[in-house]
């Protein structure tokens, strides 16, 4: 048995490249400089060799089984495009950055984060894993981002069915099976820790 939390956004993919390409297409024909047909052809380039790769390559992604968790939090551009190309060309699978067997973990550690959200500067939060081996070392990474919370929440009921341990001093993951919605819960619990 093997859950799976996050998933490459080929859509998203598709069509901010079409858009971008539309534009270099656009520029290209309109223009009527001469120098301009080459920003429109470096356009339609860099959206198919670098737009598509970022937007396709997902920054959040994990997984667990019954021996280990596997997860991977690529934030940096470039870091994506790279990982996208390896999978094509190289590994022909997802590398994640991180496998840790479930032996190892002694708790994980449940809280979240005030994030800015694009494109107006809304504030958004996302839930973050800190995981606890027994050898001392801590690993941390983005586990929601306020998407996917069915396979979410089948992860981590996954996880405790294995025996992992969670420390959840917000109550994260009870609001995660509820009705109310996650943002406003962490919002009111982010004012509460304000006063």
């Known amino acids: 048995m093997k859950y799976i ?4 956004s080929i859509l998203t993919a598709i069509l901010l490249s079409t858009f971008y390409s539309l534009l270099g297409v656009a520029i290209y024909i309109f223009t009527p400089w001469e120098g301009m047909n080459y920003v429109g ?4 380039f860099l959206s198919i060799f670098v737009i598509f790769p970022e937007a396709a390559c997902n920054e959040l992604m994990w997984e667990i089984d019954t021996q280990t968790l596997k997860f991977t939090n690529y934030s940096k551009g470039i870091d994506k495009i ?3 190309y390896q999978q094509l060309f190289v590994a ?3 590398p994640y950055q991180v496998v840790i067997n479930l032996e190892q973990i002694d708790y994980i550690a449940v809280t979240y984060a005030k994030v800015p959200r694009a494109p107006f500067g809304a504030i958004g939060y996302d839930v973050w894993f800190n995981i606890h081996t027994y050898d001392g070392s801590v690993y941390s990474f983005i586990a929601l981002t306020l998407s996917g919370k069915k396979d979410f929440n089948q992860a981590v009921d996954f996880m405790k069915e294995q025996g992992i341990h969670f420390k959840d001093g917000y109550h994260i993951l009870d609001a995660l099976h509820s009705h109310e919605h996650l943002s406003y819960y962490l919002e009111r619990i982010d004012k509460e820790q304000s006063k």
């Open 82 to 84: 790279l990982i996208f």
């Open 5 to 8: 939390v996050g998933k490459p």
């Open 41 to 44: 052809i470096v356009i339609i």
């Open 92 to 94: 022909k699978r997802f």
